[in-house]
């Protein structure tokens, strides 16, 4: 007798979640400037979680470049795709469901993106887009790179999105090369700063 086939993994379950915000076009932002800032931010415990270290990749010409490593997670200055953006990516188990975890993460990266936005000592204008965001799974055994997780996490993950947009609707790109993480690019004709979707995500709703 043959074995019973294991159930498919659960992708909804998936906790190590990372999400990106990326800069805009009129802004001058070098990496090497971020690292004292990150320094900083251990010492006032400017973020929320146990911060440890700062680790520079600036030398790198893509990928992570800075990094600010807490126990909960990391936040990333990161040149993925050509594109300079903040990510926080979750490494910590995190209580609800897949929706609310969407938002712990995006509110944790939110409140960085701010902070460097109001940052006195960086030179230049610094802002982050409203209308586009990445989402990454770090978990290939529960989120492997496949259609079935998209259609599994879609659900959750627009729910999530209508919320930072008021309702308004993304559309979803999905990162569809072979041997990739799974993730997804969105992005909404409805931008909004980064204090109104601050807002939205501190209520739960598109208010």
Do not use: C
């Not at 993994?9 to 990496?31: C, H, M, N």
């Not at 926080?88 to 939110?110: C, H, I, K």
């Amino acid at each position: 007798m043959s074995a019973p086939a294991s159930a498919p993994p659960d992708a909804t379950a998936v906790q190590r979640i990372g999400l990106k915000v990326f800069l805009d076009e009129s802004s001058a932002l070098s990496p090497r400037d971020v690292i004292p800032v990150f320094h900083r931010w251990i010492q006032t415990r400017a973020v929320g979680g146990l911060l440890i270290d700062v680790a520079d990749y600036t030398h790198l010409p893509t990928g992570p470049l800075v990094l600010l490593v807490a126990h909960e997670g990391r936040y990333v200055l990161d040149r993925g795709d050509d594109r300079l953006g903040l990510q926080y990516v979750r490494t910590q188990p995190m209580d609800g469901p897949l929706e609310t975890r969407l938002r712990t993460v995006a509110g944790t990266l939110v409140r960085a993106a701010r902070l460097l936005e109001s940052d006195a000592t960086l030179p230049g204008p610094i802002r982050f887009r409203g209308d586009e965001i990445d989402w990454v799974a770090n978990d290939r055994l529960l989120a492997p790179n496949t259609p079935e997780t998209l259609s599994a996490v879609r659900p959750a993950f627009e729910s999530f999105l209508g919320t930072l947009s008021d309702g308004a609707p993304w559309t979803l790109t999905s990162h569809a090369e072979p041997g990739t993480r799974f993730g997804i690019h969105a992005r909404t004709a409805a931008g909004a700063p980064l204090e109104a979707l601050g807002r939205r995500l501190d209520t739960g709703t598109g208010s």
